[in-house]
């Protein structure tokens, strides 16, 4: 820098260094674990970059979105390592990636074998009842009846479990 008058020139030296902010994308899954379907809000953070910045999800099912914070629904069971990307404006990028993990519905099936009896006066009667695992993680599943008649008891053994299982369900009159 350099300052003139008439007779009179002084000058100095001014240093200027420019830098490059380059972005950092971090990327978070509220929640990132559940069932099918499952909507879950995604958060992108960004540090540094230089403004504006763009914004870009691949949620690996084949959806996509350019909000920074979206919400997505993945309708099939499966592990997504979900993508986000940070551009800044001069085109440095940054990648980050979360595990969202989907789990089919848990479902199951009763079946009772015989599916019909009969019982004479003061005497009892079982049959098999088999519940099994159709789909999911397994859960526990617990065993009721309605219906018992008068004078009659009911009862499971065991009355709970963990599909699959078989469960002797008595009437006793």
Not at 41 to 68: C, E, I, K
Not at 127 to 133: A, M, N, Q, R
Not at 150 to 166: D, E, M, V, W
């Amino acid at each position: 820098v350099t300052g003139k008058n008439m007779d009179n020139a002084r000058s100095t030296i001014y240093t200027l260094n420019v830098t490059d902010s380059n972005p950092i994308a971090s990327p978070s899954a509220n929640p990132s674990s559940g069932v099918s379907p499952l909507t879950v809000n995604f958060t992108g953070s960004v540090n540094g970059g230089d403004a504006p910045l763009t914004y870009f999800w691949n949620f690996t099912d084949g959806g996509t979105s350019s909000q920074q914070n979206p919400q997505y629904t993945f309708n099939n069971a499966g592990t997504y390592n979900v993508s986000f990307k940070a551009t800044d404006y001069d085109n440095d990028q940054s990648t980050g990636y979360v595990l969202v993990t989907v789990n089919q519905p848990f479902d199951f099936s009763v079946s009772a074998n015989p599916s019909s009896n009969s019982v004479v006066q003061a005497r009892s009667v079982n049959t098999t009842v088999d519940v099994t695992l159709v789909s999911g993680t397994t859960e526990n599943v617990a065993l009721s009846y309605s219906g018992c008649p008068t004078g009659a008891t009911c009862s499971f053994n065991p009355s709970n479990g963990n599909p699959t299982y078989s469960s002797t369900f008595t009437v006793s009159t």
